[in-house]
């Protein structure tokens, strides 16, 4: 048996949700180790060496969840791969979780969200030209 992790804070709510529905345990693993008490890094029924699906809200560039999933490797868990709710699709991010050996899916992503926003008339098509320009370069764009 398995269990579920939810990356802190807001992959905790969903994380949760999806481990009840599926009858498993539940952990979280913070950003960072607790500065008292136990110090915990990972919080939750510790069942090292257990397979485990890690559960995000979102991910953009991958670290914070892909800091999660060193924490859980190195606590001992066998992570099977994340799932969040929405990405941005950016490139840096698909390498970064290739490089770490962690697939990766989403429930949707910005393409999607542009595109069902375009067709339901909630944006202008003006707007589709600048948001599209922002996904190209988000660091550079509006310089």
């Given at each position: 048996m398995g269990c579920i992790a939810g990356v802190a804070t807001a992959g905790i709510p969903q994380g949760t949700l999806v481990a009840q529905e599926l009858g498993l345990p539940f952990i979280y693993v913070r950003a960072k180790a607790k500065e008292h008490g136990t110090g915990s890094l990972i919080e939750g029924d510790i069942l090292?060496?257990?397979?485990?699906?890690?559960?995000?809200?979102?991910?953009?560039?991958g670290n914070s969840s892909?800091?999660?999933?060193?924490?859980l490797r190195d606590a001992g868990y066998d992570v099977a791969g994340l799932?969040?709710?929405?990405?941005?699709?950016?490139?840096?991010?698909?390498?970064?979780?290739?490089?770490?050996?962690?697939?990766?899916?989403?429930?949707?992503?910005?393409?999607?969200?542009?595109?069902?926003?375009?067709?339901?008339?909630?944006?202008?098509?003006?707007?589709?030209?600048?948001?599209?320009?922002?996904?190209?370069?988000?660091?550079?764009?509006?310089?």
């Open positions: 090292t060496g257990k397979r485990v699906v890690v559960i995000e809200d979102l991910i953009s560039t892909l800091q999660a999933v060193t924490a799932a969040a709710i929405f990405t941005y699709g950016f490139d840096v991010a698909t390498e970064s979780f290739k490089k770490a050996n962690c697939p990766f899916v989403t429930l949707s992503n910005y393409t999607a969200l542009i595109n069902y926003a375009e067709e339901h008339q909630y944006i202008l098509p003006d707007d589709v030209d600048i948001l599209k320009k922002w996904r190209k370069d988000p660091a550079g764009w509006g310089q």
